[in-house]
């Protein structure tokens, strides 16, 4: 196919000052979870998306010495000369397809607790992050840094950027955002410093301007020196002759480093959920920077629309279209804009989940591409599959998540596939899911997966087919796979955080009860004790019905687990906004179809809210009827030729969407096929540092 030429401008070159990038697609530093330790892992995660034709591949934060440990978080390191060589596989891995490498050199500056290393954290006055989340809170705070502790990061981050050179990059940032070491310098709340690196806004600039100039010294000649600089906040500070400090500090720095990469102050801003932000949400805080200089601007917005990208361009608001998200979703998609294949995007959906694998601190998972970290250790291609050796007729039974994933990538192997659901609108949960609020995005999962099916001519689709073992037995496939979802229960919640009992009444529901268009009479108590979106979202759902809702949770957040996700704060926005109560750590005692009584999770106090009805969001558990029936019909089965019956998805072990496309991608991965465990990386020996002396250039 060809590409419409209006893109053509996407695949422009751009200098970055002494390189070039190949195009204006351009993986902006984001966090892959995965450390020095897992070398392998990561130079094959970043390749898959230089190989989809991303003019620039970024590794996450990376930290230029001790004094900036984020662990157990995951971050890369180039501390020493021991840590070149893993950064070497991944340049190598990015050039091979004539992409340009960049390291965000880091400091985390009073960000950090260094609870490995152990020194007490650098900052520019000893002014702690208290967050109000346990997973960033800490008790060691942090030092004032004095005169020389600002030049041995000087140095610190000119010994870095040589290795980062020797390593193979071609672009070097120094990073004053999200909270990190410069950005503390420019924001007086952090900065109360009264010597020339604290007071005007010329004096907070200066750490940083220093931090760019010495790393120009010491590898500008070959590589360009980005800044990444956050200016949510700043913008937000009316400027002394400018609209805003944001405006000062880059006017200040206009002409200093080779490439500006700007973005917002917050994880949950700077990587806004979809739920709650539109793409190119960050458009309004960095829509100024261009116009005061000369060198090329990045920054991100989840695009994964190229009208919007040359959108971008076209109004001169950025030179590169900054992608993290849209990359890990589908790492080809520039290939796929310049080959005119704009149906193929695997487009983010902005759930999150990726960022959820940083705070788990594990490699990232993608809920949209389920080979996202699996390249090294399983083998699997974001696009090309294995031939299947013997094609098999498979049926697959419920055409949600796992399934639709299931099918296509069977289909892909060459495999005959039948996908049918009871539901006449394939989409399993989906169906119910993406119309509630903030969510439609999410109907990318249904979209990407059923345009693809819709054109194999291996694949039949087969909506509002319910199947039964005798149906079963009369299509008599070769294989079997049963994507059968699962469903909400009324299981309620003991003091001991286990779900117990069970509780029943014409005003109990459960979600599975509203997809379905039961409504609740009010006033709703809404108990959620599953904590992922589902609780928060059906309360404002039900609340911009015009229902009166109170949210009830044992957790200490409404939808706690969303501070994964970076939804946490957006969605308490959110259900104040639809004056939505949230009462946390209660239990339901009872409800009587007059009153909920709720005790409180650890003193036991008894209280009660008038309701007419109560929504529990709580235990899921599968919906195995089929599975049980076949399974006593196993010999029949057997002699109508069906050799293997698995389940996948919810069905096997209720979980999230991106658990249902693993599954489903696994499976078909694996069948027909031996199965080898997937590889373990290791981290590189003592003996295999080959350079002996501080070298470079
Ligand atoms: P998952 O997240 O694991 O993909 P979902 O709950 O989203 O699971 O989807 C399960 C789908 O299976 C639903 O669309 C449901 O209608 C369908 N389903 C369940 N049992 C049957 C059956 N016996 N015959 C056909 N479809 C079924
Ligand atoms: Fe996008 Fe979700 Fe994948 Fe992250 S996990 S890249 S937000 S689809």
Known sequence: MMRDSRYDILFEPVKIGPVTAPNRFYQVPHASGMTNALPRVRAAFREAKAEGGWGVICTGACSIHPTSDDAPLPFASLWDLRDIKAHALMTEAVHRHGALAGVELWHGGASVMNRVTRTPPLSPSGIPWMATHVGFMGNLKPRTMDKSDIRDVLRWQAEAALRARSAGFDIVYVYAGMGYLGYEFLMPEYNHRTDEYGGSIENRV?????????????????????????????????????????????????????????????????CAPSRFAPEGSHEPVIDFVKRMTKKPVVGVGRFTSPDSMVSQIRRGVLDLIGGARPSIADPFLPAKIREGRLDEIRECIGCNICISSWHDGVPVRCTQNPTAGEEWRRGWHPERVRPAARKSKVLIVGAGPAGLECALTLGRRGHEVMLADEAEELGGRLRFETRLPGLSAWRRVVEYRLGRLNEMTNVSLFPASRLGVDEIIDIAPDHLVLATGARWTKMLYSPLEIPVGQIDGPGVFTPDDIADGRIPEGPVVLFDFDNYYMGGVLAEHLAGMGLDVHYVTPAGHASAWTIMSNELPLVHRALTRRGVPVTTLRTVAGFDGEAVRLSHLFTGEVTQIAARSLVIVGLRSPRDELYRELTARMAELKAAGVSSIER???????GAIVHAVYSGHKLAQELGQEVRPARRDTPFGEEEFAPQTEAAE
């Open 206 to 270: 200066r750490f940083v301007r220093e931090m760019i100039e010495v790393t120009k010294d010491a590898v500008g000649q070959h590589c360009g020196v980005a800044l990444r600089i956050s200016l949510e906040e700043l913008r937000s500070r009316p400027g002394r002759h400018q609209p805003s400090e944001a405006h000062e500090v880059i006017e200040l720095l206009a002409e200093v480093p080779d490439l500006f990469d700007v973005k917002m102050d917050s994880s949950p801003t700077d």
């Open 648 to 654: 996948i998805g919810d069905a096997l072990a209720p």
